[in-house]
C-alpha cells in the first residue's frame, strides 16, 4: 500500500523521465518579492505568459516594514523589489496582494487562512519554509527561482522523488510544550540534516490532537531537519479549519472535496523508508543554545558538555558558543534578555498571539526589553483586536507591528543590533539571520512572554 506521499506525488506526474527527473504537475504556485525578480524577467526575455495564471498568488512579505505601511518604503532595495513585483503581477495578469491590502501578510500565513492551500495539493514558492503548507496535507515544498520560472512558464517542475519517513510522536503534551517545542525537539534528536532526502510525514497521538495553527508551526520546521518538506494527513481538524475559507469549495463542491480528502492517508500496511518514534513525554519547553536549529536544549537543561553531545563537529561547537558567549555545560534560565520577537510564518498566527497574552495577562513588560509583536497577516491583525487581546497586551506594555516578515531576517528595518541577545519565535538562529552580529534563542510563544514579563529566560510553567 502507498503512502501519502506516494498517492500525492504519483497523482501529479505528468511524465517519469528515464534515468531522469520527474516532470511533476504544480497546483499552485506563491511568489513573494525577494525570489521572484529574476523569474520574471526570464518569462520577459523569452517572450512568455504564465501559462496557468489563476494559480499563481503574489505577495511582499519580506522586505515590508512592520510600521508606517501607508508612506513610501524609505530603504531603497525594499522599496524597489516590493515595487517591482506589484509591477510583475500587474504585467503578468497575477493576483497580488499588496502592501496594506486587507489580504497581505506573510505568503506562508495567508495561504492556509485563505483556503488557498488545500488537502492533496503541490504547492511551490521560491522560499524554503513553503513546507509549511504541508500541515494541510499538501505536498509543499520551496523551489529556486529558476524553478519558479519553469512553473510560470508550464505550471509544471522537473523533480527527484524524495524518500519517504513517517514520525510519530506518541502521549500527550505536558504543561507548557507547544508544537514549536515539538520541532525543536525533532530538530536537536535528527540534527539540522537527519532528514535530508526525504519527506516526513508526521503521525501519531501529539499531533492528532494538534491544532491547525500548531500543525502549520511543526511542518514550518520540517526544511530545518533537512527535510525536502514535511505534512499532516488531513482529518476533521482539517476540514473544520477550511470550512467557509475563501477560496474553499463550497456547498456541494464542499461535499465532494470532503470525501475525496477523507482518502488521503497512509494505508496501515504503507512502507516507509524510515520510520521514528518519539514519547511526548521526554519533551518540556526548549530554546536553542547555538547558531542552528538543532543546538536545542530543554529549557531546564544544560548546554551539552561536549560537542558529540550537541551532534555538532568540535570547532563547529565551539564557534557557535564562542558567537553567542555561553559556555558548555551552563544553565541558561536567568539570563538577560534585550529583544523578544513574536512572528515570522512559524508563530505568526493567532494561537500564537492567545499564547503569548495567557502569559503576560496581569503581569507588565520588563522595562530594559525590547519586544516586537509581529502578526502574520491583516487577518491575524483583526482577530487579536476582535478577541481583544490588543488589550491585554497594551496593558501589560506591549504594542502590534504591522504584518510581515519583520525580525526572523535581517531584509527590512527591524534588525536585532550587535550583540544583543533575542528570544525569538522565528525559525532559524544563523548567523547574523536577525542582523549582523545579533544572537538569537528560538522559543515557543510561551517562552517568549516569559522572557518579555522577566527580562530574563524563564520556564513559562512557573507563570502559567
Request: net charge negative; with cysteine; proline share 5%.
Amino acid at each position: 500500500m502507498n503512502t501519502l506521499f506516494d498517492k500525492i506525488w504519483d497523482k501529479h506526474v505528468v511524465q517519469q523521465i528515464q534515468d531522469g527527473p520527474t516532470q511533476l504537475y504544480i497546483d499552485r504556485l506563491y511568489c513573494h518579492e525577494v525570489t521572484s525578480p529574476q523569474a520574471f524577467e526570464g518569462m520577459r526575455e523569452r517572450g512568455l505568459k504564465c501559462f496557468r495564471p489563476q494559480q499563481i498568488f503574489c505577495m511582499p512579505d519580506h522586505n515590508t516594514p512592520t510600521h508606517d505601511q501607508d508612506k513610501p518604503i524609505e530603504d531603497p532595495v525594499s522599496k524597489k523589489q516590493v515595487d517591482m513585483l506589484a509591477k510583475n503581477a500587474a504585467d503578468f495578469g497575477l493576483t497580488h496582494y499588496g502592501m496594506m491590502s486587507k489580504d497581505n501578510g506573510i505568503i506562508h500565513v495567508v495561504g492556509p487562512e485563505k483556503g488557498l492551500s488545500l488537502p492533496g495539493m503541490t504547492i511551490v514558492c521560491g522560499d524554503s519554509h513553503t513546507s509549511t503548507h504541508g500541515a494541510m496535507g499538501a505536498v509543499a515544498f520551496g523551489i529556486g527561482t529558476s524553478e519558479v520560472e519553469m512553473v510560470m512558464a508550464s505550471q509544471c517542475i522537473l523533480q527527484q522523488k524524495p524518500k519517504s519517513m513517517r514520525i510519530s510522536i506518541n502521549g500527550t503534551l505536558g504543561k507548557g510544550v507547544t508544537a514549536k517545542d515539538v520541532a525543536l525537539y525533532l530538530m536537536a534528536r535528527l540534527t539540522t540534516s537527519g532528514a535530508t532526502g526525504y519527506f516526513v510525514e508526521y503521525a501519531g497521538d501529539v499531533i492528532a490532537a494538534m491544532s491547525m495553527e500548531g500543525r502549520l508551526t511543526l511542518c514550518n520546521l520540517s526544511i530545518e531537519m533537512g527535510a525536502r518538506g514535511g505534512f499532516i494527513a488531513p482529518d476533521e481538524t482539517t476540514f473544520n479549519y477550511i470550512k467557509g475559507k475563501e477560496y474553499a469549495p463550497k456547498g456541494e463542491a464542499w461535499d465532494k472535496a470532503v470525501a475525496e480528502w477523507k482518502t488521503l492517508k497512509s494505508g496501515d500496511d504503507a512502507v516507509f523508508d524510515k520510520e521514528l518514534v518519539f514519547d511526548a513525554a521526554d519533551i518540556e519547553p526548549r530554546i536553542t543554545y547555538g547558531t542552528n536549529p538543532g543546538m536545542g536544549i530543554g529549557i531546564t537543561q544544560p548546554i551539552p558538555a561536549n560537542a558529540q553531545m550537541a551532534h555538532s563537529p568540535e570547532q563547529g561547537f565551539e564557534k557557535a558558543l564562542s558567537y553567542m558567549g555561553f559556555k558548555a555545560g551552563q544553565k541558561l534560565l536567568g539570563t538577560k534578555v534585550d529583544y523578544v520577537f513574536l512572528g515570522a510564518c512559524t508563530n505568526g498566527r493567532i494561537e500564537d498571539f492567545r499564547a503569548f497574552a495567557s502569559i503576560v495577562k496581569g503581569r507588565k513588560k520588563a522595562q530594559d526589553v525590547i519586544a516586537w509583536l509581529v502578526p502574520g497577516s491583516w487577518a491575524v491583525d483583526r482577530q487579536i483586536r476582535e478577541e481583544g487581546l490588543d488589550a491585554v497586551l497594551a496593558e501589560a506594555g506591549f504594542e502590534i507591528r504591522q504584518p510581515g516578515c519583520s525580525a526572523c531576517l535581517a531584509m527590512n528595518d527591524d534588525k536585532i543590533p550587535a550583540g544583543k541577545l533575542s528570544v525569538s519565535t522565528s525559525n532559524r538562529n544563523f548567523e547574523g539571520r536577525q542582523g549582523p552580529g545579533a544572537r538569537t534563542i528560538l522559543a515557543s510563544p510561551l517562552v517568549a512572554a516569559a522572557a518579555a514579563v522577566t527580562g530574563v529566560i524563564t520556564d513559562p510553567r512557573t507563570l502559567l
